[in-house]
């Protein structure tokens, strides 16, 4: 598949900073992260949005890949998104964000399209600064918080030495998600990897 129709911006949601870099949070980033090291791309400041930007194709001639990472912190990631929307005239449809998901148990990651932002702080501003919400989303479950922990400490912790066991194949499965929706689409995606 040709990327006729442009390239596509592929949103990792996170914190900056070394002390959020393992939280739940910032899967977001660590998805984004292994995408550049697939497509050949290095992250490096952009002159025109506060963000981190690598880019690269998927395979020889394939989609190219805008991956942004926001340098804002999580609730005002959606002006670094637009700002690179519209520098390389990327439509919202063509945004995907990967993001932390509490109300998906870990180790499973869905997909859809458009719909609300389940409290996530990141989403919210990307849907406010985006306009439309039918942006994609690729949602990595992080389960909820156990007990009675708030859930604004539970993002804001790093994952469990059980959970650090499966994350690195759980963003890796993250990533193939990513490149389905690219090129195969949302419905496909949702067939291939739901049941799994």
């Known amino acids: 598949m040709t990327d006729e129709a442009g390239p596509w911006l592929v949103v990792g949601l996170g914190n900056p900073g070394r002390e959020y870099a393992g ?12 995408l550049a090291g697939r497509v ?6 952009h002159k025109r ?3 981190e930007v690598a880019e690269g194709r998927l395979g020889f001639g394939g989609p190219k890949l805008v991956l942004l990472k926001p340098l804002t912190y999580m609730n005002l990631s959606g002006g670094p998104v637009v700002a690179l929307a519209q520098f390389h005239k990327i439509p919202p449809e063509r ?3 990967v993001h932390d998901e509490l109300d998906i148990p ?3 990651v869905r997909v859809k399209c458009g719909g609300g932002e389940g409290g996530h ?11 439309p919400k039918d942006y994609v989303r690729v949602r990595f479950g992080i389960g909820r918080p156990p007990g009675r922990q708030d859930p604004a400490d539970y993002v804001l912790s790093d994952f469990s030495s059980t959970e650090r066991k499966e994350l690195e194949f759980l963003v890796d499965r993250a990533a193939d998600v990513v490149e389905s929706v690219v ?6 995606t949702q067939n291939l990897y739901h049941g799994a």
């Open 40 to 45: 050949g791309g290095r992250f490096g400041r």
């Open 121 to 131: 702080n990141g989403l919210r501003s990307m849907s406010k600064s985006l306009g």
């Open 23 to 34: 939280n739940r949070h910032n899967v977001g980033f660590m998805v984004a992260e292994l």
């Open 183 to 188: 090129t195969k689409g949302v419905e496909p």
């Open 49 to 51: 949005a506060m963000a």
């Open 106 to 108: 870990y180790g499973q």
């Open 95 to 97: 945004v995907i964000a």
